[in-house]
């Protein structure tokens, strides 16, 4: 069975420059997780989908984040405009059930913004 | 709120050597307790979990942890250590009922590092 994947793995942008990541989650895993890993962190959690339904968005910044999971499946997380302070690791994954269940991640987007 | 402490940045040991790695914990409910590992650019990988139950939790690639709760810590160990371990470890924490109880608090991770 294959495990979240996603892409891309490594992303370099100038600031003010706008990005996306996208992610597909395990067949099946109904609930999908956007995190942020900085160096030196663990990871914490931007939004979290059940379905196609953002539950719980409190933590992403809403001027220049946004993310869809059209469909209920893939995801995507857009930057627009990058700064500097956007250089991180972006994490996601993904779980059963309605947010309890084990949650699996992916190998991440590591960005640098310069 | 939930927040996790990992005393330890940095673990180097020798290949073979026990080691442990400390976690504490801060909340005012009941939790349930993880620890995840992250080799180099990869993705977290679930180590073991404690839920219930026995205190003393197994995990995989030989590594245990053990819940003490008057002591608020889940500390993770390995009597033995190959290079293979080398790695980051975070140490995270999930309410185990209520709202907003999906959402994990992660530590700040402890890079052990096993040298030959």
């Known amino acids: 069975e294959a495990g979240v994947v996603q892409s891309p793995r490594y992303k370099i942008i100038e600031k003010k420059q706008p990005v996306a990541f996208w992610c597909n989650p395990i067949s099946g895993h109904n609930t999908l997780y956007w995190y942020r890993q900085n160096l030196g962190q663990g990871p914490e959690l931007l939004i979290r989908y059940e379905n196609e339904e953002a539950v719980d968005d409190s933590q992403l910044p809403k001027d220049r984040f946004s993310a869809e999971r059209l469909k209920g499946v893939d995801s995507t997380l857009k930057i627009q405009p990058a700064e500097l302070g956007d250089s991180a690791v972006y994490l996601c994954?993904?779980?059963?059930?309605?947010?309890?269940?084990?949650?699996?991640f992916g190998p991440g987007t590591r960005l640098t913004v310069t | 709120a939930q927040s996790v402490t990992q005393l330890d940045s940095q673990v180097p040991v020798f290949e073979e050597a026990p080691v442990e790695l400390r976690c504490n914990y801060s909340s005012s409910v009941s939790v349930y307790l993880f620890w995840y590992v992250q080799y180099p650019n990869q993705g977290l990988q679930l180590l073991l979990k404690y839920l219930s139950g026995s205190t003393l939790v197994k995990g995989i690639n030989g590594f245990e942890a053990e819940f003490n709760k008057s002591q608020t810590s889940f500390h993770l160990r390995k009597p033995s250590v190959h290079i293979s371990d080398t790695a980051e470890y975070f140490c995270?924490?999930?309410?185990?009922?209520?709202?907003?109880?999906?959402?994990?608090?992660f530590g700040k991770g402890t890079l052990l590092t096993v040298n030959p």
């Open positions: 994954a993904s779980s059963l059930g309605q947010g309890v269940g084990e949650q699996y």
């Open positions: 995270a924490v999930r309410k185990n009922s209520g709202g907003s109880n999906y959402k994990l608090t």
